[in-house]
C-alpha cells in the first residue's frame, strides 16, 4: 500500500505561479510510476505530467507542455508539480497517483494503483 498526500493548492491570479508537492508514504513510493492528473467537476480526470520510476524521464500534456515541470526528489517518495504562466483553464482539482513502473510514465487513469485525496487549484481571469 502506498499513501499520497498533495499539498500547495490554492488560488492563484493568471500568470502566477503554484506548487504541488506529493509525498508517498507506506510501501517505497520510489519504486512506482508518478503521475499528475486533474479534473473540473463534471468532467473526465485528465493527464497532466507523469514521471518514471527512475525519476529521469518525462512527459506532459500538450496544454501544459513549457508551463509545468515535474521533478523527483533525491528520495523518490516526493514529487512536485511547478505550475508557471497559470491559465483560467488550468483551475481543477489536482490528483497525484501512483502506478506500476514496468509501464514507464503513466498517463492513463486505468494504468494508475494509487491516488491522493486531490488539491483544488483556482486561476483567476
Known amino acids: 500500500q502506498v499513501q499520497l498526500v498533495e499539498s500547495g493548492g490554492g488560488l492563484v491570479q493568471a500568470g502566477g505561479s503554484l506548487s504541488l508537492s506529493c509525498v508517498a508514504s507506506?510501501?517505497?513510493?520510489?519504486?512506482?510510476?508518478m503521475t499528475w492528473f486533474r479534473q473540473v467537476p463534471g468532467e473526465a480526470r485528465n493527464f497532466v505530467a507523469a514521471?518514471?520510476?527512475?525519476?529521469?524521464?518525462?512527459s506532459y500534456a500538450d496544454s501544459v507542455k513549457d508551463r509545468f515541470t515535474i521533478i523527483g526528489d533525491n528520495t523518490g517518495n516526493t514529487v512536485v508539480l511547478q505550475m508557471n504562466s497559470l491559465k483560467p483553464e488550468d483551475t481543477a482539482v489536482y490528483y497525484c497517483a501512483a502506478g506500476p513502473s514496468n509501464y514507464g510514465m503513466i498517463t492513463r487513469v486505468d494504468l494508475i494503483d494509487y491516488w491522493g485525496q486531490g488539491t483544488q487549484v483556482t486561476v483567476s481571469s
Open positions: 507506506g510501501d517505497t513510493g520510489s519504486s512506482y510510476a
Open positions: 514521471i518514471s520510476r527512475s525519476r529521469r524521464h518525462t
